[in-house]
C-alpha cells in the first residue's frame, strides 16, 4: 500500500519537471498549421494592398519634379516596402506570441524581410544590368543563365530573413541552426512553382491571363510562406531541463 499510495505523486513530480519536448505541442499542431498558414495570407494581402495604396498615394501627392530625384523615389519604395513587411510580421507575430515573443518575431521577421528584399533586388537589378551591357540581343542559353542566376540571387536572399528569425528562436529552441535556411527552402519551392505557373498560363484566355496568372503567383507565394514556415516550427525541440 505505502509503495502505491507514492506512485501519484511521482507521476505529478514527473510531469511538472519535464516540460513539452516541442516548441508547438502536438495536440496543438493542427489548429496551429491552419491558422499560421490563413494568418500568413492575409497578412500578405492586406500588407500587400496597403504599400501598392500607400506608394500610389506618395506618387500622386509628390511633385513629379521630386520624384525624378532618386533619392525621393527609393525613400517611396522603401517607406511602402516597410508597411507591407510590417503587416506580414505583424500578423505572425499573433498566432506566434503564445510560444515565443511576438514583439521580437515581428521586429527581426520586418527587418528581415526588407534586407532580405532589398538584397535580392540589387543582386537582381546588377544581373539585368549585365545582360542590357551585352548590346545584342541574347540568346535562349544566354537567357536561361540570366534568368537562373537572377533565380539563385532570390532563393539566397532569403538567408538573411532566416538568419533574424533564427536570433529570436534560438532563445527558446535547440538546434534550430537549420532555420537560417528555411526562408530559402521556401523561396525554392515558389520559384519552382511560379516557373510550372508560366508553363500552363497559355491555357489560360488571353482577356484575362496576366490577372490570372498575377493573382495566381501572389497566391501560391503566400500559401508557401505559410506552409513551410509552419511545418518547421512544429519541427522546433525546446531546451530540454531536469530538476
Known amino acids: 500500500m505505502p509503495s502505491n499510495s507514492k506512485q501519484p505523486l511521482q507521476g505529478v513530480f514527473s510531469a511538472k519537471t519535464n516540460p513539452r519536448r516541442f516548441l508547438i505541442p502536438r495536440f496543438e499542431r493542427r489548429s496551429f498549421f491552419i491558422q499560421f498558414t490563413l494568418i500568413t495570407l492575409v497578412g500578405w494581402v492586406v500588407g ?136 530559402s527552402v521556401s523561396f525554392l519551392f515558389i520559384s519552382i512553382l511560379i516557373w510550372l505557373l508560366s508553363l500552363v498560363q497559355e491555357f489560360v484566355p488571353a482577356v484575362n491571363r496576366a490577372q490570372v496568372v498575377y493573382l495566381s503567383g501572389q497566391g501560391l507565394t503566400a500559401l508557401v510562406l505559410g506552409v513551410i514556415p509552419a511545418i518547421g516550427l512544429c519541427r522546433l525541440k525546446t531546451y530540454s531541463r531536469s530538476t
Open 48 to 183: 500587400g494592398i496597403a504599400s501598392i495604396g500607400i506608394e500610389k498615394t506618395i506618387v500622386e501627392i509628390l511633385p513629379p519634379v521630386v520624384l525624378q530625384q532618386k533619392i525621393w523615389y527609393l525613400l517611396a519604395k522603401h517607406f511602402s516596402s516597410g508597411v507591407f513587411a510590417f503587416i506580414f510580421g505583424t500578423d505572425q507575430a499573433l498566432v506566434l506570441r503564445r510560444y515565443i515573443s511576438g514583439w521580437l518575431w515581428l521586429f527581426v521577421t520586418s527587418i528581415g524581410w526588407l534586407i532580405a528584399n532589398g538584397i535580392s533586388a540589387e543582386w537582381i537589378n546588377y544581373i539585368t544590368s549585365i545582360a542590357s551591357s551585352l548590346n545584342n540581343h541574347l540568346s535562349p542559353q544566354q537567357t536561361i543563365i540570366f534568368g537562373l542566376l537572377s533565380t539563385i540571387a532570390y532563393i539566397l536572399s532569403g538567408i538573411w530573413l532566416g538568419l533574424f528569425q533564427w536570433l529570436v528562436l534560438r532563445r527558446y529552441t535547440t538546434g534550430a541552426w537549420w532555420w537560417i535556411f528555411l526562408p
